[in-house]
């Protein structure tokens, strides 16, 4: 089964670029999640959302990032204008929830987009 | 605020010891606690979950370890091997509601298994 595919796996771009990060989650998955990774504050939830629809964003840094989710099977991250404190890992992660009341299920992630802004 | 407090940050254990890594929490309506597991160059991947119902789940060399009245829970790896060398989190989240829900993060302890 494949899992949640990101692309593309390396991006270094000069500040002030627009950087756009994808992201195909697991078929049949219908909330999806964007994370940034750190040394410096670890696991960052940026966004997530459900059937489509985002519903909280509250973790987004700055008018600068934006999401979407234009159907189930793919999702954007977008980064304009670009600095370099964007420099991260961003994971995607989908999960299956909602839709058994009570019953969490695990999120899996994607193996990450590393990004370097000169 | 972070919702989920682990430690310790790194930690260093011989080949066949065990490695406990250790996370607390506030808030009682979380009710699903994984543990996920990441190696370099790769996204973190479920290693073992557990619900508050139990107090000790074990899959193989890996047990985690649960105790609710003192909000707090473990992950204890048996016979540690260097290929267990990677970064560890543990996470909590609540009953999910229609719209799904976030998981917390804890924020990671590095292992070095030293052969």
């Known amino acids: 089964d494949a899992g949640v595919i990101q692309s593309p796996r390396h991006e270094v771009t000069e500040m002030g670029q627009e950087v756009t990060l994808r992201c195909k989650p697991i078929?049949?998955?219908?909330?999806l999640f964007w994370y940034r990774q750190t040394m410096m504050r670890g696991l960052e939830l940026l966004i997530y959302?459900?059937?489509?629809?985002?519903?909280?964003d509250s973790g987004m840094p700055e008018d600068r990032f934006s999401a979407k989710m234009p159907n189930a099977s793919f999702s954007t991250l977008k980064i304009q204008p670009s600095e370099p404190r964007d420099s991260a890992v961003y994971f995607c992660a989908s999960s299956l929830s909602g839709v058994l009341r009570h019953s969490n299920q695990p999120q899996h992630f994607g193996d990450g987009t590393r990004l370097s802004i000169l | 605020q972070q919702q989920v407090k682990q430690s310790p940050q790194s930690l260093i254990v011989q080949k066949g010891g065990i490695s406990i890594i250790n996370c607390a929490y506030e808030n009682t309506a979380f009710d699903y606690f994984p543990w996920y597991q990441q190696f370099p160059g790769k996204g973190p991947a479920l290693l073992i979950a557990?619900?508050?119902?139990?107090s000790e789940k074990k899959e193989g060399r890996f047990t985690i370890s649960f105790n609710k009245s003192a909000k707090q829970f473990s992950l204890h790896i048996m016979d540690s091997q260097p290929g267990d060398s990677a970064t560890y989190f543990c996470a909590a989240s609540m009953v999910p509601s229609n719209t799904g829900n976030q998981f917390y993060f804890g924020t990671g302890t590095s292992l070095t298994v030293i052969p």
């Open positions: 557990i619900r508050p119902d139990v």
């Open positions: 959302f459900n059937n489509n629809v985002p519903i909280d």
């Open positions: 078929s049949g998955h219908n909330s």
